[in-house]
């Protein structure tokens, strides 16, 4: 397993993500959400393969819950570090004043659901929460989070963020359809600054590896020729295009980690095997770069799928 440095963290680049643990997840995923069993099984194995590293979220139902259950019962408590994300702030408990409140509360729960004493890593879900940064960084004066950062989704906003000097850690999507945070800099532009940059959406919620007959309609027209294509140079590369697809995100500059989540098993020990190929090639870089435009927002952002 790949690690990387930060602060006073030492992370693997593969992460793995627990949206799935705690609810049905993903437009390629048939299996739903894994048994109590399953999920413990899954964070069993990732750490049995290297993996440090694992994400979750207030906002995904019981994930923290099950995440720290399992872990006291396998006694990894102490030895995995825990992104974990505030729960959504609305606006008009902005507007209340009541922010700072919301986020001590989010914060707390997430300690205990997850039986921590400090949250290692702990960052906004919503790049618009990051008026509220003054509140995290006071818990983090308080010792209950060491890190703070904001999981973005627009690259302008994300630019002011870094721009600011608050965030020590940004979560972004990027993927094989989706090159637009490496295009403009994002990843180049957070690491000069010293802030860890996380990966998720590396399959685009499996939108990248599902049968093609399985693509929505209302997507298949714009993105089934360039996954063709894609999958054309993998397989002239002899990979698969998931695996192509994880180690493309290996291959970005300035990335940290990666996150990918896993219903099964099976999965988690795909991706441990994948990610020990390290990065892709330049060559293949390049070549997956000139042949992937620049698709708007309503074909990679997941949110806006089925408007």
Do not use: F
């Given at each position: 397993m790949l690690y990387k440095q930060f602060h006073d963290l030492r992370l693997s680049q593969l992460m793995l993500g627990t949206v799935q643990l705690g609810m049905n997840y993903g437009i390629a995923n048939r299996s739903g959400r894994p048994s109590y069993k399953e999920?413990?099984?899954?964070?069993?194995?990732?750490y049995e393969g290297g993996v440090n590293c694992l994400d979750t979220a207030a906002s995904y139902d019981d994930s923290e819950e099950i995440i720290g259950r399992a872990l006291a019962e396998l006694g990894l408590t102490d030895k995995i570090i825990i992104i974990t994300k505030v729960a959504p702030v609305p606006q008009?408990?902005?507007?209340a004043g009541k922010a700072e409140e919301f986020?001590?509360?989010?914060?707390?729960?997430?300690?205990?659901?997850?039986?921590?004493?400090v949250l290692p890593i702990c960052l906004f879900h919503r790049e618009e929460n990051v008026e509220c940064m003054?509140?995290?960084l006071q818990l983090k004066e308080r010792g209950l989070l060491r890190h703070a950062g904001v999981s973005v989704m627009a690259t302008g906003a994300t630019r002011d963020i870094i721009g600011s000097g608050q965030a020590e850690a940004l979560q972004i999507p990027a993927n094989l359809l989706d090159h637009s945070f490496v295009r403009q800099g994002i990843c180049d532009l957070a690491a000069r600054k010293g802030m860890a940059v996380f990966v998720r959406s590396i399959y685009l919620q499996g939108l990248l590896i599902m049968d093609e007959k399985d693509i929505p309609a209302d997507l298949r027209e714009e993105v089934l020729p360039v996954i063709r294509i894609l999958r054309q140079l993998a397989g002239q590369?002899?990979?698969?295009?998931?695996?192509?697809?994880?180690?493309?995100?290996?291959?970005?500059?300035?990335?940290?980690?990666l996150l990918a989540?896993?219903?099964?098993?099976?999965?988690?020990?795909?991706?441990?095997s994948m990610v020990a190929g390290g990065a892709l090639p330049r060559n293949l870089m390049e070549a997956i770069s000139n042949v992937v435009p620049n698709f708007p927002d309503r074909v990679i952002v997941p949110a806006m799928w089925h408007r």
């Open positions: 999920a413990r099984d899954i964070i069993a194995c990732a008009e408990v902005i507007e986020i001590s509360r989010s914060v707390i729960t997430s300690l205990k659901r997850l039986r921590l004493d003054a509140a995290l590369a002899g990979l698969s295009l998931s695996e192509m697809a994880l180690r493309y995100v290996l291959g970005l500059p300035g990335v940290t980690g989540g896993a219903e099964k098993v099976e999965q988690v020990r795909q991706n441990i």
